[in-house]
């Protein structure tokens, strides 16, 4: 009989290029090698544990009421371009001196070349109160990062009643920084002026870009909306309706009533990255910003939201290393 908690390794299993991660990135990649290069089912092989693709973007819109959920989902194995293995479990392990992994199920895996692009993960565990405030039902707190909780952000959006409504935003980075505040307009579009809305952000500016974040503060200031930097949600009550906010200047926790929170929750990389050895001391791939190239391992390779290069962590950027990848990843081979 097996035990429990041991891994296994009943086969290896050989591909020239291995891509973790079948998002927007992997996914987008996998496209291209398809149509770029002479392969076989065994070239190019893509793991990932989810049974579901989601269109992130998306979110945002059925957060808004402007898009039906279903639009923005598809089962996985239909996303996976033609020509492309598919291996539905997560990777637990990869060990870069060997060119090798192991997934959850306990098989290794052999590569030539490997692509990472999993992502990085909204954690709202990290905020006490925010997960059991997110997943409670009668609860008015909400958040466009998760295909869920999108959901339940446009039944409170369109049954709000008035009152208190306060949306935040972490420290960088998150995914698609504009999303915050794209839903609070989108909010405030559905509710006209029976809210007192107030945006509370860690970052010292309202967008990262000048010419954008001071459009959208003359926007906030003519619609009304205060806004208030430096200050981090460090709690949520969700029974009590009561949110705690740290002042990050001076370190004073404020505490404001809600009728309304959409909290956006810190965001993490994945752990199984770190522990192969791979990141930087903050966890995500350590790549050459120019190349995508792993710094100590040749042949390997990391885009898209899990990598260490100075970008936002869009669908916009992915669509824009892609290119480069696709190259230099080709060259490489070559």
């Not at 039944?155 to 998150?174: D, Q, S, V």
């Not at 990141?279 to 710094?295: I, R």
Request: net charge positive; proline share 6%.
């Amino acid at each position: 009989m097996l035990k429990k908690n041991i891994k296994y390794s009943f086969a290896t299993i050989h591909s020239q290029i291995a891509i973790i991660g079948a998002g927007t990135g992997g996914v987008n990649l996998a496209a291209h090698l398809s149509r770029s290069m002479q392969l076989s089912p065994t070239c190019v092989r893509i793991f990932d544990p989810s049974k579901i693709h989601y269109y992130q973007p998306a979110f945002t819109m059925i957060g808004g009421g402007l898009c039906n959920p279903s639009v923005s989902q598809g089962k996985m194995e239909k996303m996976i371009p033609k020509l492309i293995s598919f291996t539905n479990y997560k990777v637990d392990l990869i060990n870069p001196e060997e060119n090798s992994m192991i997934t959850e199920d306990g098989t290794t895996y052999t590569f030539e070349q490997l692509v990472i692009a999993p992502g990085i993960n909204p954690n709202p565990s990290l905020i006490p109160g925010l997960k059991e405030a997110l997943e409670d039902p009668d609860c008015p707190v909400v958040s466009i990062y998760g295909f869920k909780a999108a959901q339940k952000t446009w039944k409170y959006i369109k049954n709000f009643k008035g009152g208190k409504a306060i949306f935040t935003e972490p420290i960088a980075p998150i995914k698609c920084g504009g999303a915050p505040q794209k839903i609070l307009f989108l909010a405030r579009d559905t509710w006209g002026s029976k809210a007192q809305i107030e945006f509370i952000k860690s970052p010292d500016t309202v967008f990262g870009v000048k010419k954008y974040s001071d459009a959208l503060a003359n926007l906030h200031s003519s619609h009304g909306t205060k806004v208030s930097l430096k200050t981090s949600l460090v709690e949520v009550n969700g029974k009590e309706r009561i949110a705690t906010f740290k002042d990050l200047v001076t370190g004073e926790l404020i505490k404001k009533d809600f009728d309304f929170l959409h909290a956006v929750p810190p965001h993490t990389p994945h752990a199984f990255l770190s522990k192969s050895g791979l990141t930087n001391e903050a966890g995500y791939v350590d790549v050459n910003k120019f190349t995508l190239q792993h710094n100590k391992f040749q042949n390997i390779w990391g885009f898209g939201d899990c990598a260490s290069i100075p970008t936002s962590k869009t669908a916009a950027a992915v669509m824009g290393q892609t290119p480069i990848i696709l190259k230099n990843l080709k060259n490489a081979i070559d």
